[in-house]
């Protein structure tokens, strides 16, 4: 067979299986298993909507195996990406992280869309992701797909920064059961199960659960504290049902999770949190000697706490109530051998209830179109472009706070938002790809960042107010990014350099509060989120992977330099938004994996280099403190006493380096061991 004939072969297979899976809803359709193991590489959809592999991808994006993950000495997803370069990993406390891509850094981060099996998980209530109420557990992850830089065109509002996708492990012809158990130091306690079993050969059930504790880190003296402290709990447990009935493949499932944690809210305040998390979703993916059609839908329900023992007394928690309903649709047009096009439609109404908003119920509309086309006028060259328009509607209902701060008109607001992608991938030679991608994208205001009314407390004799406001305008982020990937031997390198900029950033009132006076009914200051300015992020990554023999080795650096026009950093600080200034200019990973008979062994290294971030002194008052750069080191050791049964023992941050978690909260080590059934 010549090199012609199984390049057109296998993009023929390819382009059938877009067929399968022409929506990211639908991604669970596509069996990627088993397209991995048929062209000995990693397949996704999470770039322009239909499958692709790996190595012919128009935008920078990483991809976690099923092998990689368990592997490696991570014990959650953002323990996986943080090794990968361009991504940025705090650890605030020991249960609260935040990933950022291509710098940004900062809490409750907005700019990432996180999905599982193309449903999101991102919490709009505060746009966020609490990654202890994933849904989801590692070991029943078939990969996590990660694509650096605004993919809104395809994904649409909040994947300013790039999305991440979680896909979970598809029902296959034979039963399957995977269950660990493990015990470490901090009072480390995980037992977490998935099922997959067909029913029929039409029909496959999964089910998977999860129970999972550890203590919270040392709070030094020196920052202020809630007065009672939780430690991290989560429980999880989701369920599947999955058909295929001739050309018609089906989900229908659902999930309930529950978490508490100590979190730094935006404001950088420590809190006690109490989320409970469900959803149901389902959707349809019909085959047709055209192209195919996806048609899906979900809703997510967050009832979350604030504020849980915030005083001595246990004042009542703050109260917020989420619940989002999505509806999609889309197909995926064969136009000729290889070039297709992708057409969708999106509507999506977000409500959040709550004593402490404007109006007893903060709510919007958005109605999407989009549109993806994908072209090969040669072999050597593909160009991608992608368009999406979205129009959203604001509204307010219920009774109103008093006093108000706003006038209930000012919430029936809409506005259009267009946002797009374009590509070029050039195939420089046999071994070579050089890379153009650019594009725009939004990250929306959260509804507290509409609606909220939060009473503070201080000796003040005027009321003071933190609020939201409805004026608020989505924030733009342009980028640009030019990559060159290259096979030299047995070795895969990929250089990239890019520029994000992000306008009109939205940030939290801090310490030295900027407030407007209201004298009516009574007089009171009210501080508000808003916008406070720009910042661009220049940065460049280097990456390379091999192996030798039994030994699989990975390293990567990433350079991120950061101009910000944003508020002043002088004393009193009026918001915690500085990115030049938590964002690390230097980070390198360098991982080992050796497998010698039934020994595994994996290690990590971690270089990041210092920071300064933002947390609220005992005295009180807003500070940023320096954390020092760190070099951490993580392992994980695994014995194999049955092909189905594994003893392992891993640790994170072994050489107890206090930035590892680049957190005002040093960071501490964490060994467990445990065992894994596989059958």
């Not at 509607?393 to 809409?414: C, K, N, T």
Request: charged residues 20%; neutral net charge.
């Amino acid at each position: 067979m010549t090199v012609s004939t199984f390049a057109t072969g296998l993009r023929a297979m390819l382009t059938a299986g877009a067929v399968l899976c022409p929506a990211v809803a639908g991604a669970q359709a596509v069996d990627y298993q088993a397209l991995q193991e048929t062209i000995g590489e990693p397949v996704t959809t999470s770039v322009i909507g239909k499958p692709q592999r790996a190595s012919e991808l128009p935008a920078s994006a990483i991809i976690i195996t099923r092998e990689d993950i368990a592997r490696s000495p991570a014990r959650d997803v953002p323990g996986l990406l943080k090794t990968r370069a361009g991504i940025d990993v705090n650890r605030w406390t020991a249960g609260q992280s935040d990933v950022s891509v291509r710098g940004g850094v900062q809490t409750y981060n907005a700019r990432l869309l996180v999905l599982v099996d193309g449903r999101q998980v991102y919490l709009d209530h505060y746009g966020m992701t609490d990654w202890n109420l994933l849904g989801v557990q590692l070991e029943e992850i078939q990969q996590i797909e990660l694509v650096r830089g605004p993919a809104n065109a395809l994904f649409g509002f909040n994947a300013a920064s790039g999305v991440v996708n979680i896909i979970t492990r598809r029902v296959g012809q034979t039963p399957t059961v995977t269950a660990i158990a493990e015990l470490g130091n901090h009072d480390i306690s995980r037992l977490a199960g998935s099922v997959t079993l067909p029913v029929t050969p039409a029909i496959g059930i999964r089910l998977a659960g999860v129970r999972a504790r550890e203590d919270e880190r040392r709070i030094p003296a020196t920052l202020l504290r809630p007065a009672m402290v939780s430690d991290v709990a989560s429980d999880q447990v989701s369920g599947d049902i999955t058909g295929s009935f001739d050309g018609l493949e089906t989900v229908l499932g659902g999930g309930h999770s529950t978490n508490r944690q100590v979190e730094y809210l935006p404001s950088q305040l420590l809190s006690n949190q109490r989320y409970r998390s469900d959803n149901v979703h389902a959707s349809a993916t019909r085959d047709t000697g055209w192209g195919g059609v996806t048609l899906g839908g979900y809703v997510n329900w967050l009832d979350v706490q604030y504020g849980v023992g915030a005083t001595a007394d246990a004042t009542e928690p703050l109260g917020f109530k989420n619940r989002i309903i999505v509806t999609q649709a889309s197909t995926l047009v064969r136009l000729g051998k290889s070039d297709t096009l992708r057409l969708g439609g999106e509507y999506r109404n977000n409500r959040l209830r709550s004593a402490y908003q404007f109006a007893e119920r903060i709510s919007y509309d958005v109605g999407s179109a989009n549109a993806m086309l994908d072209l090969h006028p040669d072999e050597a060259i593909s160009i991608t472009a992608a368009a999406r328009i979205d129009r959203l509607w604001l509204h307010q209902a219920g009774a109103i706070a008093q006093p108000s701060y706003e006038v209930a008109s000012d919430f029936d607001r809409a506005f259009t938002r267009f946002s797009f992608n374009v590509a070029l991938l050039v195939q420089t030679d046999a071994r070579g790809q050089l890379r153009i991608n650019g594009g725009r994208g939004y990250q929306l205001p959260s509804l507290v960042n509409y609606g909220i009314r939060l009473p503070i407390i201080t000796p003040a004799p005027v009321p003071i107010f933190v609020a939201g406001s409805p004026r608020i305008d989505p924030v733009g982020v342009w980028s640009g990014e030019v990559g060159y990937a290259r096979t030299v031997g047995g070795t895969q390198i990929e250089a990239n350099a890019f520029v994000t900029k992000t306008d009109n950033a939205i940030a939290s009132p801090g310490d030295g509060l900027q407030t407007e006076l209201f004298l009516t009914p009574l007089p009171s200051l009210v501080a508000r989120f808003t916008a406070i300015g720009d910042y661009t992020t220049y940065g460049t990554e280097v990456s390379a992977s091999g192996a030798v023999g039994a030994l699989t080795w990975r390293a990567n650096y990433t350079w991120t330099h950061t101009d910000e026009q944003l508020a002043s950093l002088t004393l009193p600080i009026p918001y915690a938004l500085s990115p030049k200034s938590t964002t690390p200019v230097h980070k390198a990973n360098l991982a080992l994996g050796y497998d010698i008979g039934r020994l595994s062994l994996s290690g990590v290294a971690r270089y990041t280099s210092s920071t300064r971030q933002f947390a609220f002194s005992s005295t009180p008052q807003l500070l940023l403190y320096r954390v020092d750069d760190a070099v951490a080191l993580d392992a994980r050791a695994g014995l194999r006493l049955t092909s189905a049964l594994e003893v392992y023992i891993a640790g994170e941050n072994l050489a107890l380096a206090d930035g590892a978690a680049v957190s005002p909260i040093p960071a501490d080590r964490r060994v467990r061991a445990g065992v894994r059934l596989a059958l």
